[in-house]
Nanobody, 123 residues
Framework: QAQLVESGGRLVQAGGSLRLSCAVSGGSSSLDAMGWFRQAPGKPREFVAAIGSMAGSYYADSVKGRFTISRDNAKNTLYLQMNSLKPEDTAVYYC?????????????????WGQGTQVTVSS
């Protein structure tokens, strides 16, 4: 059973940058596609970015050009570099993983989730 733990969320001013990390343990060798989702108060959880085992990456239109997803398989860690942050990026950010080579963009496609890390962007 894989465990995912996010870190790096905090309060930042608009225009600033943050890097989120997601440490994976326990059964990580079976995980392949991984992603980041976010959920703002009163809104459904939404796709942010995903990456496959061969490092192909995918982004929501709202973050394309500002966010970069990457993974270090040797360290069993997933990252999300967030630049040019906007107040509308404020949300709880979740790391997710699935035991499949296919990248999907819906929360229901992922079997493993972290507890989330709060990102707050002030204007």
């Amino acid at each position: 059973q894989a465990q995912l733990v996010e870190s790096g969320g905090r309060l930042v001013q608009a225009g600033g940058s943050l890097r989120l990390s997601c440490a994976v343990s326990g059964g990580s060798s079976s995980l392949d596609a991984m992603g980041w989702f976010r959920q703002a108060p009163g809104k459904p959880r939404e796709f942010v970015a995903a990456i496959g085992s061969m490092a192909g990456s995918y982004y929501a239109d709202s973050v394309k050009g500002r966010f970069t997803i990457s993974r270090d398989n040797a360290k069993n860690t997933l990252y999300l570099q967030m630049n040019s942050l906007k107040p509308e990026d404020t949300a709880v950010y979740y790391c997710a993983a699935r035991a499949s080579t296919n990248v999907v963009f819906t929360p229901t496609g992922y079997q493993y989730w972290g507890q989330g890390t709060q990102v707050t962007v002030s204007s």
